[in-house]
């Protein structure tokens, strides 16, 4: 199994371009999760899916949307990319139960917004 | 730029000695606790969960403790090697099964 997997990997976009970092995982987990992670900071959660055709809002939302047409995909796009989405962006699955609510992370992306 | 683990406590510890990090947490409702463990440049790694019900729990060179009554976290890491340098998080579950990070700590361990 490849896990969780992100591209790409580093991005620089100018203020108002548009970007969709891609995720994908091969697990067959039914929850995944987009976070972003700022210098020196923890996780905050932007968006999350507890399945095909279901997303929610996180702690983070505004100026970035989220899709899950698939089990194994969950894209989050930038539209008007700003400087304050400057961040490294990290995308992380689930399979909840079994007394364990572990999510498994990927890579991660590392945007820069100039 | 800001250089990453700026606002981040630092732990320095000795190769060789025990390593203990600690987390406090808000919702005395959250009955699920985890650790990661965030390498530079890498996406963060599960060390060990725990559940409300229980006040210790072990892993292989880890161990995790909750006080449940002051609402804190302890991840107690034995023999701390230089792969342990990281930065860790402790995380609650909360509504939804969304984990809530805490803002992490530097551990750095001196050769």
């Known amino acids: 199994n490849a896990g969780v997997t992100q591209t790409p990997k580093f991005r620089i976009l100018k203020i108002g371009q548009s970007m969709t970092l891609q995720c994908t995982q091969d697990?067959?987990?039914?929850?995944m999760y987009w976070y972003r992670q700022d210098p020196g900071m923890g996780l905050k959660l932007i968006y999350y899916s507890v399945g095909a055709g279901i997303t929610d809002k996180g702690e983070v939302p505004n100026g970035y949307n989220v899709s899950r047409s698939t089990t194994e995909d969950f894209p989050l796009r930038l539209e008007l990319a700003a400087p304050s989405q400057t961040s490294v962006y990290f995308c992380a699955s689930s399979s909840v139960g079994g007394g364990t609510y572990e999510q498994y992370f990927g890579p991660g992306t590392r945007l820069t917004v100039t | 730029g800001e250089s990453v683990g700026l606002h981040l406590p630092t732990l320095s510890v000795q190769e060789g000695d025990n390593s203990i990090i600690n987390c406090a947490y808000s919702n005395s409702a959250s009955d699920y606790f985890i650790w990661y463990k965030q390498e530079s440049g890498k996406g963060p790694q599960f060390i060990i969960d725990i559940r409300s019900n229980m006040d210790k729990r072990q892993g292989q060179r880890v161990t995790v403790l909750l006080n449940k009554t002051v609402k804190h976290l302890s991840l107690q890491i034995a023999a701390t090697q230089p792969g342990d340098s990281a930065v860790y998080f402790c995380?609650?579950?909360?509504?939804?099964?969304?984990?809530?990070f805490g803002a992490g700590t530097i551990l750095r361990v001196k050769s």
């Open positions: 995380a609650d579950l909360e509504y939804g099964n969304k984990l809530v």
């Open positions: 697990m067959n987990h039914n929850y």
